[in-house]
Nanobody, 124 residues
Framework: QVQLVESGGRLVQAGGSLRLSCAAS????????MGWFRQAPGKEREFVAT????????YYADSVKGRFTISRDNAKDTVYLQMNSLKPEDTAVYYC?????????????????WGQGTQVTVSS
């Protein structure tokens, strides 16, 4: 089992940048592919980005492509989400998740482990 704790969410103005972190503990972090999801009020949780266990492969939702970057540091058991050019529609609770699946995992049921989430609010 792996435990995940997100941090870095806060209020930011539109056009600004933010970096989220997700620290993992428990079993070997490098054996998990990692993902970021988000959930806005009244909406379903949606896929944002995913990164392979090695960090060599990444995949993004169209809505964030070119603005967000997912990365990981296996030595620190941490995955990051760098968010640039933020828009009000990026406002949501952001969750990181872990999976042992060796696929491009973009749906919530692909992931076995979840963090508690961190709030990102983008003001216009």
């Amino acid at each position: 089992q792996v435990q995940l704790v997100e941090s870095g969410g806060r209020l930011v103005q539109a056009g600004g940048s933010l970096r989220l972190s997700c620290a993992a503990s428990g079993r070997t972090f490098s054996s998990y592919a990692m993902g970021w999801f988000r959930q806005a009020p009244g909406k379903e949780r949606e896929f944002v980005a995913t990164i392979s266990w090695s960090g060599g492969n990444t995949y993004y939702a169209d809505s964030v492509k070119g603005r967000f970057t997912i990365s990981r540091d296996n030595a620190k058991d941490t995955v990051y989400l760098q968010m640039n050019s933020l828009k009000p529609e990026d406002t949501a609770v952001y969750y990181c998740a872990a999976t042992r699946l060796r696929i491009i995992a973009t749906i919530t049921s692909n992931y076995a482990y979840w963090g508690q989430g961190t709030q990102v609010t983008v003001s216009s």
